[in-house]
């Protein structure tokens, strides 16, 4: 009888868990996108959210003790650079109100109680398919309230800066579109890797609209770095499923390298006017980052500690003293904006990261960290994306560090 007060108990747990994290995850995708604006009502969410999965880890906290782990460095890297850009090693001359101690604070906790849940309760796949559905949702519902943007007439224009058209379908930028697009594609990957039972026709085919959804809405956000990403993700999902394959073999491999190889050729060389890569790159507002931001991190005399922690969006808008433009890119922006010592710090965070996942897994899951590696390394070189408050990193984060066994033992 105890045994089935538990399991109903878990049960509920489990339930509450899903309703919380699907509303929390929803309004952290529409803020985020710029399809709603923050206000108390979605700081409530998440701190209702934080509320019950904070109090179950109190809870069960006295049924063992804790050894130290990947995963809590990787927390313990986290709330360092935290700590110290938002308390300590604060820049006088920003205006206060530019601070992310919230924001930024608010998304640790949430990934980090997420990520112990997840792993404790061995429910990767259930989070996958929640942040699935959820971000799914998102992509269609914006895209029949925003038909006139479909347009694909000028994808093969993709690499022009000056002649491509660009559609946002109600969110805030295109390339914030893009990275959604790319998210759902490594969620549905995830759910392909670590699945057990076959699906039935109806949730096959509901995948595939989403994801013939995101292609489109992709495609339509012409961001360049997404869907470069894009290809790489799969790109290598493809190459490690090939490796998997016993009676691939070495050929299998090559001819997936060349394939993938090809793709990326084409899609450059297709979409870039005389192949002149110079211009495409001109064209970019990343140039703006050895023009202006990195030389006024090194005239600030700030290099180790860096400009201020704020958002990109402060920095591209002017709302800082400095004259930085927009930082993106992951890395540099947190050169910029913590110095020398935070990017260290956010590098052996990222590290940390993806080295255990690595260590932990094989087979399929392994394949699916390596190629969500590489789509996560090449999309920071051209977004703001890195360890910060994005659909992508509410999936992705948890997924990574409940990979990490469970140090606990029963006392």
Known sequence: MKEISLAKSEKLTLAVFSVLFVIMYAS???????????????????????GFVSLLWLMELKYGHYQPTAFSLFVVLMVLHLFLFCFVLVNPVMPSNLSLAQTNGLFLLIIIFTAWFVRSRSIPLRLASMCFYVLGAVLLLQMLLHPADINLSGVGTVFDAEGRTRSVFGFGHANTLGGMCVAL????????????I????????????????????????????????????????????????????????RIAV?????????????????????T????????????YAVPSLFNSGRVLIGL????????????????????????????????????????????????????????REHVFVLAAMVTYLFIGLFEDMILNGNPMNYFLIPVLLSMVPRPLTAR
């Open 280 to 291: 495409a790159i001109n064209q970019s507002n990343r140039i703006w980052l050895f023009e």
């Open 258 to 278: 060349l394939f993938i190889a090809l793709m990326l050729l084409y899609n450059v060389l297709s979409s870039i006017d005389s192949t002149n890569l110079q």
């Open 28 to 50: 952290r995708v529409l803020v985020i996108s710029q399809v709603i604006e923050s206000s108390n009502i979605t700081i409530f969410i998440q701190l209702v959210y934080l």
């Open 198 to 253: 076959h699906r039935g026709v109806f949730v096959r085919c509901l995948d595939y609209v989403l994801l013939t959804v995101a292609v489109i809405m992709l495609l339509c956000s012409a961001s360049r770095s997404s869907i470069i990403g894009l290809v790489l993700l799969l790109g290598s999902w493809m190459i490690g499923s090939f490796s998997l394959n016993a009676n691939g073999g070495k050929a299998s491999r």
């Open 308 to 363: 201020g922690y704020v958002s990109n969006t402060a920095y591209g808008e002017g709302l800082t003293p400095y004259h930085t433009l927009w930082l993106d890119n992951g890395y540099i922006y947190y050169l910029v904006a913590t110095g020398v010592i935070g990017i260290l710090i956010i590098m052996a965070a990222l590290f940390v990261l993806f080295r255990s996942a690595l260590q932990y897994t094989d087979g």
């Open 185 to 196: 594609f490594m969620m549905y990957l995830y759910r392909l890797t670590t699945a057990e």
